[in-house]
């Protein structure tokens, strides 16, 4: 079983910055992706960001040069650093941790957490 729990939403002007942090903890596999979705009221949830084990990066165009995904490995830890943010980015936002057992992914999912932004 794997659990994920997630911090650092909340409320911020445009133009401000949220760290979003979320621990796992649990049978995570070695090879495995963490990263973080979003979902907007009237929205599909969206990929924001994810970091595989190996450390490569996947970003939505949205967020390019204003959100940086990063990780510990020694922690089963990933933040999500979200700069310069704007009204579009108010949604809520969930971590989400892929982990590959032989040929499987197997997919976890966090409660979410809020991000505002007002204008």
């Known amino acids: 079983q794997v659990k994920l729990v997630e911090s650092g939403g909340g409320l911020v002007q445009a133009g401000g910055s949220l760290r979003l942090s979320c621990a796992a903890s649990?049978?995570?596999?070695?090879?495995?992706?963490m990263g973080w979705h979003r979902q907007a009221p009237g929205k599909e949830r969206e990929l924001v960001a994810a970091?595989?084990?190996?450390?490569?990066?996947t970003y939505a165009n949205s967020v390019k040069g204003r959100f940086t995904i990063s990780r510990d490995n020694a922690k089963n830890t990933v933040y999500l650093q979200m700069n310069s943010l704007k009204s579009e980015d108010t949604a809520i936002y969930y971590c989400?941790?892929?982990?590959?057992?032989?040929?499987?992914?197997?997919?976890?999912w966090g409660q979410g957490t809020q991000v505002t932004v007002s204008s």
């Open positions: 970091i595989a084990n190996v450390g490569s990066t």
């Open positions: 989400n941790v892929k982990s590959k057992v032989r040929v499987t992914w197997y997919d976890y």
């Open positions: 649990g049978n995570i596999n070695s090879v495995n992706v």
